[in-house]
């Protein structure tokens, strides 16, 4: 493959001092002393990461019998976020995405290598637009911008009926902070194709169906569990498209704080797009008092910039873990198919 088209010239750039930059690798907008709390945490944190090796074995050895024998154990710790130092191997486990690496030697190198993409030049351009504050990110052709179009190319080739959608980025950039570039290609896969859950291809195929089908169930679900709001929405000519598109396509990786993501990926890897709803309708639960208030240009602009206070995820995710949606989604989802059923040509 002829590379001059790609992200191959390194071009060096500051790189933040240590105190600048939090746990996660993002530049922080404030700086803050907190280091007894970060000491509290860390202890903490230490005790966690021996359960959670325990529980996984080498190299995730244990993992399948220990799913197997304590499921609702699994679904306790996930719940409660996984250890950040073991996150990138537990995703792999939980999606599938590690048989795929498995089953496929020599694959992505092949793809990356070896094959062209019609979508090469609208990754390069999205590419800057990619988590712009993360250290791994920043630097114009560094090594996060080379991995994170290799692994878009890849994907763009693997599966030409998808090819490459802006918000793919946003997915695929949250991996690669978590594991290798190869990795992180099969568990996009995983994701895209259905390993373990639903396939989320169609959030990203043309006209984005999946999106319209989420959008659907998810103003039904804003009905039946906050039916004041749901009317006021109705009255204001508000709808989900209008806010909560980005959190299907991208799983809350595009805007939402960066810690929130991780543990909303968490539970989404492991018990699947009902998070998504879940963590939307929590949401909307927790400002329902102020968003009831608000007319239309004050309300979109609220669904789009969501309180500091909202986003905490110890507060946010034990609400949207009590939202019972199951039944909803099944119902919701009948009536879109019915809804939206072509009509049979005869011939």
Not at 136 to 159: E, I, M, T
Request: proline fraction near 5%.
């Amino acid at each position: 493959m002829d590379r001059s088209r790609g992200i191959n010239d390194y071009e060096p750039g500051p790189v933040p001092s240590e105190s600048r930059v939090d746990r996660y690798g993002f530049i922080k907008q404030n700086v803050s002393n907190s280091s007894a709390a970060e000491g509290l945490g860390k202890s903490r944190e230490a005790r966690r990461v021996r359960k959670w090796r325990k529980m996984i074995g080498v190299g995730g050895s244990d993992w399948k019998h220990y799913v197997r024998r304590k499921p609702h154990v699994v679904k306790r710790r996930i719940r409660k976020g996984i250890p950040d130092c073991l996150r990138g191997l537990v995703w792999q486990l939980i999606s599938g995405s590690r048989d795929l690496l498995l089953m496929n030697p020599g694959v992505y190198e092949q793809l990356v290598i070896y094959e062209t993409s019609a979508s090469e030049l609208d990754i390069i351009r999205d590419i800057s637009r990619t988590f712009p504050t993360h250290v791994f990110f920043q630097q114009r052709h560094g090594p996060g911008q080379r991995s994170l179009y290799n692994v878009l190319k890849a994907y763009s080739v693997f599966d030409r009926a998808v090819g490459y959608v802006q918000g793919m980025g946003f997915l695929a950039g949250l991996l690669l902070l978590y594991m290798s570039e190869e990795d992180a290609f099969w568990l996009l896969v995983a994701l895209l194709k259905g390993a373990v859950h639903a396939p989320m291809e169609g959030l990203y195929q043309v006209g984005l169906p999946l999106v319209q089908q989420y959008l659907f169930q998810f103003e039904h679900l804003v009905r039946e569990h906050l039916p004041k709001l749901g009317e006021h929405f109705s009255r204001e000519m508000i709808n989900p498209s209008m806010y909560a598109s980005q959190w299907f396509i991208t799983v809350f990786s595009y805007s939402f704080p960066f810690p929130l993501a991780l543990r909303i990926w968490d539970v989404f890897l492991f018990e699947g797009v009902k998070i998504v709803f879940k963590v939307g309708l929590a949401l909307l639960k927790y400002c329902h008092d102020d968003l009831i208030n608000l007319s239309f240009e004050k309300l979109i602009h609220a669904l789009r910039n969501f309180p500091e206070d909202a986003m905490n995820p110890d507060i946010l995710l034990p609400m949207a873990y009590s939202i019972k949606v199951s039944r909803s989604l099944g119902e919701s989802k009948i009536e879109y198919e019915k809804q939206n059923r072509k009509p049979k040509i005869e011939a």
